[in-house]
């Protein structure tokens, strides 16, 4: 399958202080990509669809203000979570969608765990 | 109602027994459908496409009823090292995954 890399793939931080994870699609140029959330024993949560070039769409109930997505380039997608606090911590996953697929399969990183203290 | 749900499970079975696993839906829309496999603290990672013929990988076989809107996972001579969390998941405009079905083999 497609390989999607994520950066860091853990991070400990302080409250109130700003956090940088990077998604890159290695082999394949992706004009869509997604991020996730997940916590503990918990489902995948979609929260926001990446799009190249344009705005992100944010899911219902999450904040856009809190959680900024750059997708600068066909390659790379960025999520910064801003002012972060305890309630943050998560493992946050991204994915991207092969646009040759012709059934859309997407293909995820291999995640960011968040411990914000 | 979820869109996407599963029996949470967990499922305990001996190794060499065949285990079933349901999903449904509620997006009639929906347009594909596939089975993830998602080990401890690790992102999932796509076990198979869910074809509306039905369609099989070894020992997995997974099938599609549009009518009653649920996928189906057939796993045959469960092996250890299937244990894991399988997540199915809807695409309509995105991505839906249901909260996943836990899956021990024992010895």
């Known amino acids: 399958g497609a390989v999607v890399s994520q950066h860091p793939s853990w991070v400990i931080c302080k409250s109130g202080t700003s956090v940088k994870i990077e998604c890159r699609s290695l082999d394949f140029q992706a004009t869509t990509m997604f991020w996730y959330r997940q916590f503990p024993k918990q489902s995948l949560m979609l929260m926001a669809t990446?799009?190249?070039?344009?705005?992100?769409?944010?899911e219902q109930g999450v904040e856009k203000d809190k959680f900024l997505i750059n997708h600068a380039s066909l390659t790379l997608s960025t999520l910064t979570v801003t002012s972060a606090h305890p309630e943050d911590s998560s493992f946050y996953i991204c994915?991207?969608?092969?646009?040759?697929?012709?059934?859309?399969?997407?293909?995820f990183g291999p995640g960011t765990r968040l411990t914000v203290l | 109602r979820k869109e996407v749900e599963q029996d949470p499970g967990p499922f305990n079975v001996p190794e060499g027994a065949t285990v079933a696993f349901n999903c449904t839906y509620s997006n009639s829309a929906s347009q594909s459908f596939f089975w993830y496999r998602q080990d401890c603290r690790k992102e999932p990672k796509l076990l198979m496409s869910?074809?509306?013929s039905g369609n099989e990988d070894g020992r997995f076989t997974a099938q599609l009823n549009r009518a009653s809107q649920y996928i189906s996972l057939l796993i045959r001579d469960s092996k250890l090292s299937d244990s894991a969390t399988y997540l199915c998941a809807v695409n309509t405009d995105k991505l839906i995954f249901g909260t996943g079905t836990r899956l021990q083999v024992f010895p």
């Open positions: 869910v074809y509306s």
């Open positions: 990446s799009n190249e070039g344009s705005k992100a769409t944010y």
């Open positions: 994915s991207a969608r092969v646009p040759s697929g012709h059934y859309n399969e997407q293909f």
